[in-house]
């Protein structure tokens, strides 16, 4: 399929075809698991209160793009909050099949995989995390990524590394692929907007910032979380900070 027709609504594809999901294959995990070695961490918990109230007009009204942050932390309330509202999980589904989060994912597949390079977070040492969505907590990973490395894999865009913490997000392909095989990347594609918007609108009520990345190099940022490429690989790219 060309880099033009993987965004079209190819459905006609699906005509004769037998997913995996039809053959009764296994379901892939709605979350890669974690060693019992890894340090794992519970995030606050997300009820009224946690962050300002802030009307949905003024929140859509507000949302811009923000490169430039201040050098204040954010509070690991605030971080919770962004993770919850980007990948928080409200429902399981079957016996783990599929999961209902705060965004919408094509057949509920939700093939993303949230990495924080903590730089300034309160209560958190600088770091590698990722977000356990089923439960709501963070794996701590390894040592701070130092930040102009991540700089460079952002092709020198400086705000990258000179925020408060920076997410990535992985896609798994075949968390969809299980289900809608040969039209699952423009699902993928569509899902991946779906999640960033709701950093961007998570982020205005407390006075925090981001901006979507889509300009980065594959195989660096790859290399520098641990990725394959094939199976694994980073997908969007989102810093956050104080906004100026």
């Known amino acids: ?3 033009v027709n993987f965004l079209k609504a190819n459905w ?6 037998r997913s995996d999901q039809s053959k009764e294959i296994e379901h892939p995990d709605v979350q890669k698991p974690v060693d019992d070695s890894i340090s794992v961490i519970d995030l606050p918990v997300i009820k009224p209160g946690i962050i300002p109230y802030l009307g949905l007009l003024e929140v859509i009204n507000s949302r811009r793009s923000i490169r ?3 050098d204040e932390p954010i509070s690991l309330e605030e971080l919770s909050w ?6 928080g999980v409200q429902k399981v589904l079957g016996d783990g099949v599929a999961t209902l989060r705060t965004v919408p994912s094509g057949g509920a597949r939700h093939p993303f995989e949230t990495y924080l390079l903590v730089n300034n977070v309160t209560g958190l040492e600088p770091g590698l995390y990722r977000y356990l969505p089923l439960d709501h907590s963070i794996a701590c990973l390894g040592e701070q990524i130092p930040p102009e490395k991540v700089i460079s894999g952002c092709l020198d865009q400086t705000f990258c590394g000179n925020c408060a913490v920076t997410f990535v997000w992985s896609v798994i392909p075949y968390r969809t692929e299980w ?3 040969p039209v699952s990347h423009k699902i993928i594609a569509i899902d991946a907007g779906h ?3 709701n950093l961007y609108l998570a982020c205005t009520a407390p006075g925090l910032g981001t901006c979507g990345i889509g300009a980065y190099d594959q195989e660096a940022m790859d290399l520098l979380l641990g990725f394959d490429g094939e199976d694994e690989f980073v ?3 989102a810093p956050v900070g104080r906004r100026k």
């Open 1 to 3: 399929m060309s880099e």
């Open 12 to 17: 006609n594809l699906l005509e004769g075809f």
């Open 68 to 70: 430039k942050f201040t």
């Open 82 to 87: 962004l993770l919850w509202s980007t990948q």
């Open 179 to 181: 289900r809608y095989g």
């Open 195 to 197: 999640l960033c918007q």
């Open 235 to 237: 997908i969007y790219i």
